[in-house]
């Protein structure tokens, strides 16, 4: 999957609507199309964009085609977005020493005076 591909699938409201219509499990065109806004073409052409960006796998039932999440994708999107967070949180934490740091020389500093003045 190309993550580039997956965030511009997802950068369409009515894209996002019906990805977020298959969190509850596999639907057919017809039930992810009830009550939008959308006609059913229009969601077929949907889903058809959210799979080929790997976000959405369909698997047939006599002549039912069900579209379901494709959780590798999704493992994919969100692996590469966790690496957002983690050098996030690693800068988080390399700032939180220096300060740390900062306050513990503060503080040796200050004991020292306190004790010079004694």
Do not use: C
Request: proline share 1%.
């Amino acid at each position: 999957m190309q993550i580039e591909r997956a965030l511009d699938a997802l950068g369409d409201a009515t894209r996002r609507a019906v990805f977020n219509r298959l969190r509850k499990g596999n639907r057919s065109v017809r039930e992810i199309a009830d009550g939008m806004e959308v006609s059913r073409p229009a969601v077929s052409q949907h889903l058809k964009v959210l799979k080929a960006a790997g976000l959405v796998v369909v698997r047939t039932e006599g002549t039912r085609h069900l579209y379901g999440v494709d959780t590798d994708g999704l493992e994919a999107l969100r692996t590469w977005l966790d690496g957002f967070w983690d050098e996030t949180l690693m800068a988080f934490k390399q700032e939180a020493e220096r300060e740390a740091a900062k306050d513990v020389k503060a503080m040796k500093t200050k004991k020292r005076r306190w004790q010079d003045e004694r």
